[in-house]
């Protein structure tokens, strides 16, 4: 693909990565429960629009409104592979979705299939722990590529989905709750390894229909969250979701009251106890303690 950068009404941005695109993003101080991860930088932006109402993206990335895919995929892959041969790493996860929705952007730039393929010869084959988290809101389109590739024990797909109310009235351009249900149990049903987020739960919605879907399904591992507004995102989502949230002392993000995100969260907890693993995501050590949580291992999406 030729590098250029589109403008007018095109709808992606394509340029070159010309700084590393693999670093370990620390999740410190330690405020909340949240383990250091290796970030992948391949695109920036996501491939849905609108984008969510809450979307953290908007506090700080200029390419929102349109996509950065980023071109220079032969030296993306040659980064992967040094990194996958490397054996000093604080945290041998990759997670590809956190500047991006992971599968989003497949139609602008196929390439996550290829990275996928790289994983599996040089870290499944050879045992190595490397694993690629693919994180993503997508659903039954996004999935194709995946469909027809064999899963990889090295290969972690985790879907974010909310309550189908949540998602109608919040993230408009993502595929809707079933539709993103059906791709995870898809995987699933085919091998691979498959993790939900149900992330950010919202007051004021009711999860109790969604959390029995997802047990159901029993992925591997379930991540629960609740909407928190950092500083400089707070100008720049609706209204009506700040309602309630609180910047308690020390903390440089607004939630919900400690004990309201307790009672949020424990119906959800309860019910998937006996099902998975269940972390929680950025969250306080005293709401996993109350929660019986074991946030010493940080049993949540990041983390293997």
Sequence with gaps: ??????????????????????????????????????????????????????????????????????????ELERQVVNWIHRDDLESYVLNTGNLSDSLSLEEA??????????????????????TLLL???????????LLKQ????????????????????????????????????????????????????????EYSDLVEQVAEMAPERVTLGLIRVEKNLERRIPEDLMDGLVLAHGEDMRRYPTEERIALFRPAVERLRKVCSIGLCEETPNVWDALGLDRKNKTCNCNL
């Design 1 to 74: 693909m030729e590098s250029c950068e589109h403008d007018g009404n095109a709808k992606y941005i394509y340029r070159p990565r010309k700084s590393r695109a693999i670093r370990l993003l620390w999740k410190g101080p330690k405020k909340t429960v949240c383990p250091n991860f290796n970030l992948f930088a391949h695109a920036g932006g996501c491939g849905f629009s609108p984008n969510c109402s809450y979307c953290y993206l908007k506090s700080s990335l200029s390419f929102l409104s349109k996509p950065v895919v980023y071109d220079n995929t032969d």
């Design 109 to 130: 730039r196929p390439f996550i299939g290829r990275v996928i393929e790289l994983f599996r010869e040089h870290a499944e084959k050879p045992g190595r722990p490397h």
């Design 135 to 145: 994180v993503t809101k997508g659903g039954m389109k996004h999935i194709k590529s």
């Design 150 to 205: 064999k899963p990889s024990a090295n290969v972690i797909v985790s879907f974010s989905i909310n309550c189908r109310e949540a998602a109608r009235d919040h993230e408009k351009g993502a595929p809707g709750t079933a539709n993103r249900l059906k791709a995870a149990k898809a995987l699933m049903d085919r091998g691979w390894r498959v993790r939900i987020r149900i992330d950010p739960m919202i007051r004021g919605y």
